[in-house]
């Protein structure tokens, strides 16, 4: 059996992230691994549900103590941002593995630094994909109101925030440019909105808090491909609430899992798990 313990210093720093894409790099080399949240910060049960849900591990779905982790062929878990790492990791007799957004240190632990302006070796780079909200936490933090709610809802990722219209192109050309992306624009910019929907928006926001065109949501409600939000204050103010998502937001949807693997894959060579494993 081996155990591997996953820690950050700070809330954010992409402990989530490594954790989930060291155990999608063990179980695609052909190891049993089980997933675990260790319990005492307040994203632990987000964490630890967000774990039952992979398929390609075993989890509890609810935060465990650090006295009663379950056994497996390898465990990797997760500790609560800003605990003692390694008293910890020798308490569950466990390798320990430190994430930074810069250089980390510490004696006998593999240390990753996260969110690297370019990507190797035990280095993963800034992900426009992996710092994306949902729809869902976009709506919540715009304070906005659901007037259409696309097949994917609230999960649905957003790479992009795009206001339209800013550019001489026509609104939808310049919108399909950008995949996963929200389009902000006026509640009476009719013609903005169905460009919006044409080209595939995960969520059309419309800012000022008047009612859109009738027209506008019935092409919104017959495809439920775009979730229609309405915002109560304007274009401006409603990309400042949202844009500080970008980042901070827990990590959570099926795409970021499969790109946590890929880009620990691609950090963390044969070698390094070896030593993880030993």
Known sequence: MARILVAASTPGAGATTVAVGLAHRLAYAGHQVRLERLSGDSRAAGDAAMFASLDFCSSSGTPVDASSVPDGAVVVIEAPAGSDAPALASRLGAKLVLVGSGSVAAGGALTITNRARKGGALTIPEDRLLAAPTVGQIAETSRARVLVRSQEGDRAVV???VIGAISHDSADTYF????????????????????????GAEVLILSGGNDPSPYLLDRAGASRATTVLLAPEGTVETVRDIEGLYGTAPFSHPSKVERAGELIAAAVDDAALASLLS
């Open 159 to 161: 790479e992009h925030i």
């Open 176 to 199: 399909e440019r950008f995949p996963r992306k929200a389009v902000v624009c006026r509640a009476e910019k009719t013609d903005l909105g169905l460009a919006a929907l044409i080209t």
